[in-house]
């Protein structure tokens, strides 16, 4: 039920991408959700700029640029990517951040203040549960709920961005995680009450899946592994996990309920592609700029290609990416979907890859 559920929301999330993601910009609702993720890929920029093979003068002066631009998008939220931050580059951006805090007239500090106690002591998951609750008892529909929830999602992203410092922002950013993981059980157990005979069957393939979520999350954050953000990269990649499989448990709801006019109200060619129990898969994460994203290709436990990718040109860019390696020597473009991606080599230096070479990952998570 819940694989055969996985392909019948192909329509769902093909219409998402092609009319939800620009509805999603209208209502802001993709600038909430990945404000924290945005300013956390400029920090990689200037670790870059530290140890990149410029000049000195040359690496002050776009230092200097770079630390300005990302303190601004700090309080407003601007647009960014995700690479790879160091651990010099945080410690910059912290001792910053808390100079411009003590200007402010208090009340960001205060608010910080709240947040960090809240981070080293009680805890939001009684609140966040609730807060579940009241959503879904008075969306009116599941798609109206699946705005909420990213709603409140970016409510505690915001927490996480206006953190004092990385330790606190870490511990913060797991409540991002804990809003999917509670509309996930919230629609569980709908999905129980609904119609009892399929939910076993239902359950037991969500057991599985969550059981192999934390090997997903890793290889999609392992970029970062030894950066003090790798707590917050790891945390934003699991709770997008947990999103995604809300979407398919409430596709399942919505067909048990005969809820017609239910769509996805986002949609992200980000993602886990390939059997999570098999030895190839194709990750998909958001890069340092507007349109680029990181990519890994991991073949048969033997080969690996790790590289970047940028919308294509053309009409159909909503579905396919341009591949390049880190080291220049693969070139080649991904092509995705609502449940598999592929990817075909047009250049190589034959150390990976042969000419001509296409590799498939079904199912996408």
Known sequence: MHWGNRHRICKKETQASKKGIRASKRDNLSGKVDKNIRLNYNHYVLGRILFSRKGKNMKKKILLAMVAAVLAMGGCGGSGEESQPTVESMAITATDKSEVDAANDGTQVQSNTDAQDNAEGNSYEAQIKAEIAQIASGAGSLSKELVSVNDLFAKYDDMKVNAQDQVTANSLSKNGTQVWKEEVASLLERIKDKNASSYGE?????????????????????????????????AYNE????????????STLADMMSEVDF????????????????????????????????????????????????????????????????????????????????????ETDYSVVGPEGAYSFSFKY
């Open 202 to 234: 239902i359950s037991a393939e969500y057991e599985k899946w969550k059981s192999h979520v934390p090997f997903m999350v890793e290889k999609m954050s392992e970029t970062y592994k030894d950066g003090s953000i790798y707590p917050s990269i790891y």
């Open 239 to 250: 709770a997008m996990r947990y999103k995604r499989e809300a979407y398919v448990l409430a």
């Open 263 to 346: 769509v996805y109200p986002d949609s992200t060619r980000c993602g886990f592609y390939g059997d999570y129990e098999g030895s190839s898969y194709l990750t998909i994460t958001e890069g340092m700029e507007n349109g680029s994203y990181n990519i890994v290709i991991h073949i048969d436990d033997t080969k690996e290609l790790r590289g970047y990718g940028e919308v294509e040109d053309v009409p159909d860019n909503d579905t396919y990416l341009l591949f390049t390696s880190d080291d220049g020597t693969v070139k080649g473009f991904v092509s995705h979907s609502s449940l598999e991606a592929s990817f075909y080599v047009t």
